[in-house]
């Protein structure tokens, strides 16, 4: 069966190297799963008094999460943490309390970054607030990306042969997690 696995993207620019690196998963990986972008950056700012009439903006965007099989973030890190952004989608999708989205998804996690460091520390800060929310992660591989222009073309097209079967190992592993934490999830299982 396919599989829909929603990303998040957490970069708000036009020019964010970690939607190209979206592209390029997207492109890599296999046919069993389909991805659609859960868009982030019309959201506002999270805000309690919202929980009992949410906005339509973050209405869509926990339906969204709720529909999906899985959810894989494609992120930046910024000032050695999780985006701005992108902890704020995180947090609509949380509440109200009693009703958090990611309860019991499969997620992923990945990011690149101009410097060697690859996004390793938003990645780390990422797992804590995924375990306080109940949501499987796939713990290996890790995939820390520096990006260089010369790999990644535009339109996500991976220039260079290892880096391209690095990222399809990384995407067939995450299937393989989804597969496996989607069965452990079905009424039934032990
Ligand atoms: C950065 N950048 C950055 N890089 C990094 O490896 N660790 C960091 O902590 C930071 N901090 C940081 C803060 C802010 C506010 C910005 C704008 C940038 C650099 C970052 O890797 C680079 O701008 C990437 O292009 C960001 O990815 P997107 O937004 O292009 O996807």
Do not use: C
Request: net charge negative; no cysteine.
């Amino acid at each position: 069966a396919q599989h829909q696995i929603g990303y998040l993207v957490g970069s708000l620019s036009s020019r964010s190297i970690n939607r190209i690196l979206s592209k390029a998963l997207v492109r890599l990986a296999p046919d069993d799963l389909a991805f659609t972008e859960i868009p982030i950056k019309d959201l506002p700012l999270y805000n309690y008094d919202l929980d009992a009439d949410f906005p339509p903006e973050a209405r869509d965007f926990k339906a969204a999460i709720t529909a999906s099989d899985g959810i894989l973030f494609v992120s930046p890190e910024y000032n050695r943490s999780i985006p701005g952004g992108l902890k704020n989608a995180i947090d609509w999708g949380s509440r109200p309390w009693g009703q958090n989205a990611f309860a019991r998804k499969p997620t992923g996690i990945i990011g690149a970054s101009v410097g060697g460091i690859g996004t390793a520390v938003m990645q780390a800060s990422m797992r804590s607030v995924l375990s306080f929310l109940d949501a499987p992660q796939m713990n290996a591989p890790e995939a820390y990306i520096t990006f260089r222009p010369e790999v990644f073309a535009e339109d996500g097209e991976v220039k260079d042969e290892s880096t391209a079967t690095f990222l399809r190992h990384f995407v067939e592993e995450y299937a393989a997690f989804v597969q496996r934490v989607l069965a452990a999830n079905a009424p039934g299982h032990i």
